[in-house]
C-alpha cells in the first residue's frame, strides 16, 4: 500500500503594482538632484578643426576648459580683434593661463589634481605661435595632460 501525498499548491500572489509611481517619482527627483548642467556663456567665436582620430573626453569633474578665439562682436570694443583666451567666463590673456590653471587644480580634489585635464577648444584661425604660447604656459606649471578639442570627420 503506497501512501500518496496531496500537495497543497497556493497560488504564488501577483506582485502589486500600487507602489510603481512612487518609485517612479523617487528615481526622477534623484535623478534630477544629482545631474549637474553646466551652461556656459561663451564670449570668443570659436570654430573647431576636423581630425580623423577623435577620442572621448575625460570626466567633466577633472576637466579644465580653455577656449581660443576672437572675441565675441560685442567685446571688441574693449578686447579687440586679437584672439583670446576664455577662462570661466572671462576674457583673458595668455599670460594668465597658468595661474588660472594653478587655481583650479588648488580647487579640485587632492585625488583629481593627479589625473587633471586640461582641454583646449582652440579656433581653427588662430595662430599657431599662440597654441605654442598656451602650451607653453600649461608646461610652466608642470600640467602636461592636454586634450584638443575638435569634430571628427566622418569617413565615408
Not at 517619482?25 to 538632484?33: A, D, G, V
Not at 548642467?37 to 576637466?63: C, F, G, I, S, W
Amino acid at each position: 500500500m503506497s501512501f500518496r501525498k496531496t500537495m497543497n499548491r497556493e497560488k504564488i500572489p501577483q506582485v502589486s503594482t500600487a507602489s510603481l509611481p512612487d518609485i517612479v517619482f523617487i528615481l526622477l527627483f534623484f535623478f534630477m538632484t544629482v545631474t549637474v548642467v553646466k551652461n556656459t556663456d561663451y564670449l570668443v567665436d570659436y570654430a573647431l578643426p576636423y581630425a580623423q582620430d577623435a577620442e572621448a573626453l575625460a570626466p567633466p569633474d577633472r576637466v579644465i576648459e580653455l577656449i581660443v578665439g576672437q572675441p565675441k562682436q560685442q567685446f571688441r570694443s574693449k578686447w579687440g580683434k586679437q584672439a583670446r583666451v576664455q577662462l570661466n567666463g572671462k576674457l583673458m590673456a595668455v599670460k594668465d593661463v597658468g595661474n588660472f590653471v594653478l587655481s583650479e587644480l588648488g580647487k579640485m580634489p587632492e585625488y583629481l589634481q593627479r589625473v587633471a585635464v586640461v582641454s583646449l577648444k582652440i579656433d581653427e584661425a588662430v595662430p599657431m605661435g599662440m597654441v605654442a604660447d598656451l602650451k607653453e604656459q600649461l608646461k610652466n606649471v608642470q600640467v602636461y595632460k592636454i586634450h584638443y578639442v575638435t569634430h571628427e570627420v566622418e569617413e565615408p
